[in-house]
């Protein structure tokens, strides 16, 4: 798909299709316009790395900006802004602006997603925008991964003060809003321990399942256990491992995964509990109580485990199937 067939010039965003002469001189106009246009203080993108391949579609994404109102700013996000890109990393961004400057489909669409997803069309780079009103909104919610992808932004273009207040909202995590979190996690931590004996009654697959859980929540535990916002499943064990808990439990985590072999091929005479992963995620259960109280939670929930378990099986769609 041709470049120029995503950029929208004050209408909707064209996904493709024939495009006649005139569009595309128009759309060519408008860009080499963006491109002489010097930057502002707001503006600068000093110290974000773009790609070369990537520069014309983050120049239709400086465009879709310029015309999302005066606050609107746009976010490199994901693993490249947070230091964890590999080669297999796409470019992400936001676009943070006012819904109001939407064209009506665009609007809809909006409306419809609570977000505006724009692909390049390989899969490899896209944007959403938010409404900066909806979005600081929904953050008085505390959503873990979307702050922890605000946290982790860059500015790219656009009005870094609106970025930094954003920012700024993040990093304001009561321990009030926290600890019903930590429990939750904590909860659904313990009770999927249990079930990893099933790799000794001919189950191994379903000991795989609540070995991934146990994981899971282990990390989730080590970021809220500092108030700090997880992030999205592919990076939360490159977060949480460099937490104050994390870098306790991670050796432990570290060895169950490389002895997952023994789930589906036990070893003569090893008695079930002493099987690589379950002995090595049990033995974390004292790790974690202790790390959390060295940390300032004294909550009973701590000691009294059947508590805390309780309340993650009350979770609607997030039922254990613990037998502890």
């Known amino acids: 798909m041709d470049l120029l067939e995503k950029i929208s ?3 909707d965003l064209i996904l493709g299709g024939p495009l006649d002469s005139a569009y595309l001189t128009r759309a060519s106009s408008r860009l080499k316009r963006l491109t002489r246009k010097p930057l502002g203080r707001e503006e600068r993108t000093s110290g974000v790395d773009i790609k070369a391949e990537d520069e014309e579609f ?4 400086k465009d879709f ?3 999302r109102g005066s606050k609107a700013v746009l976010l490199l996000v994901g693993s490249r802004a947070a230091g964890l890109a590999d080669s297999w990393s796409d470019i992400d961004m936001w676009v943070v602006g006012d819904k109001t400057t939407l064209s009506p489909s665009e609007r809809e669409r909006y409306e419809a997603d609570e977000e505006l997803f724009i692909d390049r069309g390989d899969y ?5 925008f938010f409404d900066l009103g909806d979005l600081q909104l929904l953050l008085q919610g505390y959503p873990d991964e979307k702050m922890w992808i605000l946290l982790t932004s860059q500015t790219i273009f656009g009005d870094e003060s609106a970025a930094a207040v954003l920012k700024e ?6 321990r009030e809003a926290v600890e019903p979190k930590l429990k939750l996690h904590f909860g659904r931590y313990w009770g999927s321990l249990g079930p990893l004996n099933t790799a000794a009654r001919g189950m191994p697959e379903t000991a795989f399942v609540f070995a991934g859980k146990a994981i899971e929540h282990l990390c989730k535990i080590c970021c809220l256990a500092e108030s700090k916002p997880f992030p999205y499943g592919k990076w939360l064990f490159s977060v949480s491992r460099n937490t104050v808990l994390g870098k306790k439990i991670t050796p432990f985590i570290t060895e169950a995964v490389f002895g997952i072999d023994e789930f589906l091929h036990p070893p003569k005479g090893k008695h079930f509990r002493e ?3 379950l002995k090595n995620l049990r033995d974390t259960k004292e ?3 202790e790390g959390l109280k060295e940390l300032g ?3 009973s929930w701590i000691e009294n485990t059947d508590e805390a378990i309780t309340e993650a099986l009350k979770e609607p769609n997030n039922r254990l199937e613990a037998t502890r």
């Open 275 to 277: 099987l690589t992963p």
């Open 58 to 61: 983050v120049l239709q994404a």
């Open 65 to 67: 900006t310029s015309r």
């Open 287 to 289: 790790i974690v109580r």
């Open 9 to 11: 010039l004050g209408g």
């Open 124 to 128: 490899e780079a896209h944007w959403k």
């Open 297 to 299: 939670w004294t909550s």
């Open 169 to 174: 909202q993040c990093r304001q995590y009561p």
